[in-house]
């Protein structure tokens, strides 16, 4: 079992940054991908970017290409988001999630582990 926490989220103007952080701990070793998802309301869970553990393969999804950079420290088991030039069409909680699969993905099914969310609110 792998186990996330989130943090960094809040309120933030538009054109603003943010970065957050997931901490993993348990099963780490078992991680082959960690990605970013958000969901707003009343809309489905969406991916955001993702990162390789070992060899740092990156996706983004188009709406954060550009703004957004998922990075990660395997030293400290943690994986970071930061958002920039933010619209508030980002508003969203925003999880981090881990998948043991061999092949990187953004469907939300294929993702075993998740944290609990963060809030991340944008104001225009």
């Known amino acids: 079992q792998v186990q996330l926490v989130e943090s960094g989220g809040g309120l933030v103007q538009a054109r603003g940054s943010l970065r957050l952080s997931c901490a993993a701990s348990g099963r780490t070793f078992s991680v082959f991908t960690m990605g970013w998802f958000r969901q707003a309301p009343g809309k489905v869970r969406e991916s955001v970017a993702y990162i390789r553990w070992g060899g740092g393969r990156t996706y983004y999804a188009d709406s954060v290409k550009g703004r957004f950079t998922i990075s990660r420290d395997n030293a400290k088991n943690t994986v970071y988001l930061q958002m920039n030039s933010l619209k508030p069409e980002d508003t969203a909680v925003y999880y981090c999630?881990?998948?043991?699969?061999?092949?990187?993905?953004?469907?939300?099914?294929?993702?075993?582990?998740w944290g609990q969310g963060t809030q991340v609110t944008v104001s225009s």
């Open positions: 999630a881990a998948t043991p699969l061999p092949s990187p993905t953004t469907d939300v099914k294929l993702y075993k582990s």
